[in-house]
């Protein structure tokens, strides 16, 4: 959790530059959760990780759908995929949107 608001690419960066071993560094980004996805950017999307994080970074800064797809020459369809599953998932990334159970 004190990594979830930082971008891949700059866990990545940061990782390199403290000398992180290339085996842990380039390893798939998904959890061995779901059989037969070995990158859940690729999986789904189509698109590495660092492009995923210029769509997520594009959306933070406020920039439209086109202006993502253009900049990063991707088809606009990606950019509105990723911002779709960004809105479903709101809720497990953010603990203050988590229900207060009462014993």
């Given at each position: ?57 594009g ?10 797809a ?26 203050a ?7």
């Amino acid at each position: 959790m004190p990594l979830k608001n930082i971008h891949r690419s700059h866990i990545i960066q940061l990782a390199e530059f403290l000398g992180v071993p290339s085996e842990i560094l380039h390893r798939s980004p998904n959890p061995d959760i779901l059989p037969g996805v070995t990158d859940k950017y690729i999986s789904y999307f189509e698109l590495d990780y660092l492009k995923a994080d210029l769509i997520i970074f594009g959306l933070q800064k406020g920039l439209n759908d086109y202006e993502i797809a253009h900049q990063i020459a991707i088809d606009v369809r990606i950019v509105n995929q990723v911002q779709e599953i960004i809105l479903l998932s709101e809720n497990t990334r953010n603990h203050a949107l988590a229900p207060i159970l009462k014993y």
